[in-house]
């Protein structure tokens, strides 16, 4: 499986020369979908084809102190119908964010919970202004956020998305409460993942970021 619910996955523009393209964070189911023809181009559904690799990203993908630094090389590929050029980036990430989605996951559970973002930011080991800038965009983003999960928790499990226990309000707590119900709705229809990387996957990398498009449920 290529993304969580489509072999073609989510996908945002790069200033016009390529897309992002939201993929399975195995490298090796990845290559493997590749080279067989089974990752469509989400423009116009054709097979994409391999075409060498993308720039080489830093991503710090693990809390705590010290954090851990790797390097990734996205593949790139390119559509066979239409032409499209495509840098397939693993779910763990988020455009324009050097830390992994789940360490930024961690970040707004722990606010919504209503710690201090310094706190958070000592717990993670990241600077303080880093863990600021995110829940600053969350915050602004917190009804998209929450409106976005809610209605695929809704088209995953309907009877699960208007159960009890949803969070009073809007702010936050309640986006984050949203991507939880929507995560719980996914484990039990399609199996366990991790809570993050299908945040990653249904916002096309672009959970904290108001230009990419997000994926709306069919």
């Known amino acids: 499986m290529c993304s969580w619910l489509s072999p073609g996955g989510s996908c945002w523009s790069d200033a016009g020369a390529s897309t992002l393209l939201i993929v399975a964070a195995d490298p090796d189911v990845v290559e493997g979908r590749l080279m067989a023809g089974l990752l469509a181009c989400p423009g116009c559904g054709s097979p994409v084809a391999p075409r060498g690799h993308a720039r080489l990203r830093p991503v710090r993908i693990a809390g705590g102190c010290p954090p851990v630094l790797v390097w990734l090389r996205p593949r790139r590929a390119w559509c066979r119908g239409c032409g499209l050029w495509h840098v397939l980036l693993p779910c763990v990430c988020l455009c324009r964010r ?5 360490v930024i996951g961690r970040a707004l559970v722990a606010a919504a919970a209503g710690s201090d973002f310094r ?4 717990e993670l080991g990241v600077p303080a202004s880093t863990v600021r800038g995110w829940l600053r965009r969350a915050r602004a983003l917190a009804e998209r956020i929450r409106e976005h999960f809610v209605l695929w928790a809704f088209e995953l499990d309907r009877d699960l998305a208007v159960g009890g226990g949803v969070v009073d309000g809007g702010g936050l707590a309640a986006a984050v409460d949203a991507v939880g119900r929507c995560a719980r709705a996914a484990v039990l ?27 709306e449920p069919p």
Do not use: K, N
């Open 98 to 102: 050097l830390d992994a989605v789940e």
């Open 119 to 122: 706190v958070i930011a000592e």
């Open 189 to 215: 229809r399609l199996g366990g993942r991790p809570v993050w990387e299908l945040a990653s996957s249904l916002t096309g990398g672009g959970l904290l970021c108001t230009s990419v498009p997000w994926r």
